[in-house]
């Protein structure tokens, strides 16, 4: 899929101002239109940089008190240097230019490098999915925090990146067991389905989930207040799919003696896997690489020292030992499941 069509099925436009416009104004912008960027373009529409609703709270943090002057420019502050992309160009190259510069959004030029408008990961995740151009059961995951940070911090970020990694694997065993009732002569392992089912009821809910939103996510929103959104998305969803996974669970008891209902569980499988999917890797492509940037030393301490703590009821020793068990139990009944490179 193309970037152009992206383009067409955005359901805002993008924010734009001449270079003398003034903070001021790029404020009151950003609250009018409800997003957090703003591309500055000359008169005949080409991009000259970006200004953000960070960089405009990082202008006004250095001018303290009486000495906040936001009629200043916005030249004096925006992001001179701007990565960008075309329009013929695929969804999967932009993806990639914004992984690897460690961005969010990505203007997009025509050949004669005027603006045409701006997509976001947000974006480019939904339609990739909705074209199932992105496999959700492939969960290659990639964490580099900065090497000049704390030590805490790939602590603690591995320790959550390899809990998705094993959320993933669980989801692929359920996945393979799904496409396996579409053979009528496969019976219903009601006891193995169960088994996945309660993993992913019990182990995001109570080991994953907490440790995200007890002290990362409330971590960021200290430190970051104009990231709110994207953490309120997060929360959100966690409650999204622990919606979809109890409709799953209500379908259960019709498999083994309504061959038509394997359709249906088929179907509502697939959809949630790719729901678990989608929102791991916004955790990990855009939440961490935030969290990664603006929290402190001190807050990674506090946070790899609340992991560590055994005697927590949530993420205590015996506690994690029943998850590993069934853990393993589920990986032992599905041999064949294409896990391995997950699982190793």
């Not at 480019?124 to 199932?132: A, N, S």
């Given at each position: 899929m193309l970037v152009e069509t992206a383009l067409r099925k955005k359901d805002r436009e993008a924010a734009t101002m001449p270079s003398d416009a003034t903070l001021a104004e790029a404020a009151a912008m950003l609250l009018d239109k409800h997003v957090g960027v703003i591309v500055v373009c000359d008169n005949e529409g080409r991009v000259l940089g970006i200004v953000t609703d960070s960089d405009i709270m990082r202008h006004i943090a250095c001018c303290p008190g009486e000495t906040c002057n936001c009629g200043s420019r916005i030249d004096a502050v925006m992001t001179r240097k701007v990565v960008t992309c075309r329009p013929d160009e695929t969804l999967s190259d932009?993806?990639?230019?914004?992984?690897?510069?460690g961005l969010r959004r990505i203007p997009v030029v025509g050949e004669d490098e005027k603006f045409l408008g701006i997509i976001n990961l947000?974006?480019?995740?939904?339609?990739?999915?909705?074209?199932?151009?992105l496999e959700a059961h492939e969960f290659e995951f990639f964490i580099a925090p900065p090497a000049a940070r704390g030590e805490d911090m790939p602590e603690v970020l591995n320790i959550l990146h390899e809990e998705h990694r094993r959320i993933g694997c669980v989801l692929v065993c359920l996945r393979h067991l799904a496409q396996s009732l579409g053979k009528m002569e496969h019976e219903v392992d009601s006891g193995l389905l169960s088994a996945i089912l309660d993993y992913m009821d019990a182990f995001p809910d109570t080991i994953h989930h907490p440790k995200e939103e007890r002290f990362l996510f409330s971590a960021l929103r200290r430190r970051r207040p104009g990231e709110s959104e994207v953490i309120d998305q997060l929360v959100k969803?966690?409650?999204?799919?622990?919606?979809?996974?109890?409709?799953?669970?209500?379908?259960?008891?019709?498999?083994?003696?309504?061959?038509?209902?394997?359709?249906?569980?088929r179907q509502a499988v697939k959809h949630y896997v790719e729901f678990e999917g989608a929102h791991m890797r916004q955790e990990e492509r855009v939440f961490m690489p935030l969290a990664a940037r603006y929290l402190t030393d001190a807050d990674w301490r506090q946070i790899a020292a609340a992991f560590r703590r055994d005697s927590d009821p949530l993420f205590g020793r015996e506690r994690r030992a029943e998850f590993e068990k069934l853990y393993r139990h589920i990986l032992h009944e599905l041999p064949d499941a294409p896990i391995f490179h997950h699982a190793a």
């Open positions: 932009a993806w990639s230019r914004l992984d690897s510069h947000r974006d480019i995740f939904h339609l990739l999915r909705h074209e199932k151009q969803e966690h409650e999204t799919g622990k919606l979809l996974l109890t409709g799953l669970r209500a379908t259960l008891p019709d498999l083994a003696r309504d061959p038509a209902s394997r359709e249906r569980f």
